[in-house]
């Protein structure tokens, strides 16, 4: 049985993908050949629960220079970062230069924040276009991937950390004992290493399967971040559930006695206990709603396309790959999807060779049905999208289970 990346303990394997493209490197029509395939299985550790995948793709090709993913395209996402942001400027921010470090900034929607706040600060992100846009907005930023070295540069160039931040990015480090080696090392007395990320709880409950993908090489939960935080020097000294992206969850981790837990981190350990989120039931009904939503998402497209509807997909998420791929969804029964990003515009997604379009497109001529791939942005797209529903057209989702409305 294979060993977990973080405790070396024995991992169950509960689903298996099959073989599955990087959910974020959309190709041109010319790159359709050269297309990157690896085995995306997952499953939990028996010892200290982790929910992760057995096959790392390498971080070059999952995050290179032209990553097309930009955090700034929901104005949800905005207000959430600009929030947070002010939440701890207000709170861990204050007094002495204190300085800011951010793993996986991106396109700068939170550092934009904490700069305009005159806080000394720096991103580090390898999405080396989508940092260009920070900087170009005065951010400084520092093209690298976060690890135990580059860790320890930031620190002897800028001196100690008072608060490392990272939204949707520690999960997708496989080797995250680096990671929490280079906290170790950047963060002055007392500072503390905050991340958030997909909430495993939320994934099994609403069935949320294409939250696994590539990027998501781990799924935490309270209980496994705990073990993990302790392992590595550290301790879990709070948890936030946040409501975006599906359902997430804060951890702040602070180096082993340096802080005083929360109560909320017990409680979140008991409600997960109560739950049974680290037993084999949960994971085996998980299982057998994938194939339920999936037999039922292609049944539904299929009989859509026999009786002449048109469906387009809304949204070119990473997390539509899985979707598309495992439930074999091709541009025979979604012809497009449309999405804001122009940098995945006038390509096709991963895998499925689906062609993604200009939102624009989608007004130009409505569907009569779109399947919406980006659900964890629902409000922010169908209040945007009001005309459609008004001229009659009808959005499928596939979260928590297959509906139209
Ligand atoms: P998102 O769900 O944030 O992430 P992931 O790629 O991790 O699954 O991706 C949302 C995608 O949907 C992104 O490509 C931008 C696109 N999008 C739109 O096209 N229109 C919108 O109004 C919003 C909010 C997103
Ligand atoms: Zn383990």
């Not at 294979?2 to 689903?15: D, K, L, S, T, Y």
């Not at 971080?59 to 600009?82: A, T």
């Not at 008991?270 to 084999?280: F, H, K, M």
Request: aromatic share 10%.
């Amino acid at each position: 049985m294979p060993e977990c990346r973080i405790c070396g303990g024995a991992v169950q394997r509960f689903f298996d993908f099959g073989r599955q493209p990087v959910s974020n490197a959309f190709p041109t029509p010319e790159e359709l050949d050269r297309e990157h395939f690896y085995r995306l299985a997952v499953g939990v550790c028996a010892a200290c629960t982790m929910v992760q995948q057995f096959e790392e793709v390498a971080r070059e090709q999952m995050f290179p220079g032209e990553y097309p993913y930009r955090s700034s395209g929901s104005s949800v996402m905005r207000e959430h970062f600009e929030r947070t942001a002010r939440h701890f400027l207000a709170t861990e921010l204050g007094g002495d230069d204190p300085f800011y470090v951010e793993v996986g900034c991106n396109d700068g929607i939170m550092l934009g924040t904490v700069r305009a706040a005159g806080v000394r600060h720096l991103g580090v992100d390898p999405a080396e276009a989508a940092t260009g846009v920070a900087a170009a907005d005065g951010a400084r930023v520092r093209v690298a991937f976060f690890e135990e070295s580059t860790a320890r540069e930031v620190r002897a160039a800028e001196g100690p950390a008072r608060l490392i931040f990272s939204a949707n990015t520690i999960s997708h480090i496989a080797y995250i004992d680096s990671v929490f080696a280079g906290a170790h090392a950047l963060l002055e007395e007392g500072g503390i290493f905050v991340f958030e990320d997909r909430y495993l709880g939320d994934i099994v409950e609403h069935a949320s399967f294409d939250q696994i993908y590539d990027e998501h090489f781990y799924l935490f939960s309270v209980r496994s971040v705990h073990a993990m935080a302790e392992r590595f020097g550290f301790e879990l000294v709070d948890v936030e559930h946040l409501s975006v992206h599906g359902g997430a969850m804060r951890y702040t981790t602070a180096r082993a006695g340096e802080r005083t837990p929360t109560a909320a981190v017990a409680e979140w350990l008991e409600r997960e206990r109560t739950r049974g989120l680290a037993e084999a039931p949960v994971y085996e009904r998980f299982a057998a709603r994938i194939e339920s939503n999936c037999r039922e998402l292609t049944a539904l497209l299929t009989k859509l396309k026999a009786e002449g509807r048109r469906v387009v997909g809304y949204g070119a998420t990473s997390k539509s790959a899985t979707v598309v791929n495992y439930c074999g969804i091709g541009p025979d029964l979604v012809p497009y999807v449309v999405d804001s990003t122009p940098q995945k515009q006038g390509r096709v997604t991963p895998g499925s060779h689906i062609p993604v379009r200009p939102s624009a497109d989608f007004a130009a001529d409505y569907p009569e049905y779109a399947l919406l791939f980006a659900w964890n942005h629902a409000e922010e797209i169908m209040a945007k999208e009001q005309e459609f529903r008004a001229r009659g057209g009808k959005w499928i989702l596939y979260v928590p289970d297959v509906h139209v409305v």
